[in-house]
């Protein structure tokens, strides 16, 4: 199977997970875009750079999430949402994608 690129995935996770919970007003629909995303990503982690990158990279995405929330309380929302995408995002692509 070909290599699909995960940044991008992770990315989308992040920032469509909060983007659905705040258009809709249903956070449970943002989770649900998050972990598929993360799913996603994880299943190609798996595949192609194994079991401990995967963990890694899975503790990185989360982490993200989790770090947003008190990090918008100082910068904003959006900003936080942002900054913690590239941040994981960029290391997801100079760990698994390049």
Not at 3 to 22: C, D
Not at 45 to 65: I, N, P, Q, R
Not at 70 to 85: D, F, H, M, N, Q
Request: hydrophobic letters at 55%; glycine letters at 16%.
């Amino acid at each position: 199977m070909a290599k699909m690129l995960t940044s991008p995935l992770v990315a989308a996770g992040l920032i469509g997970g909060y983007g659905l919970a705040r258009a809709t007003g249903v956070r449970p629909l943002g989770g649900a875009a998050l972990a598929a995303a993360g799913v996603l990503a994880g299943r190609e982690w798996l595949e192609h750079k194994g079991a401990g990158t995967t963990a890694g990279l899975s503790a990185l995405y989360v982490s993200a999430f989790g770090l947003s929330h008190p990090l918008a309380k100082k910068i904003g929302a959006w900003p936080s949402v942002l900054a913690v995408t590239a941040l994981a995002a960029g290391a997801t692509y100079v760990i698994a994608d390049r």
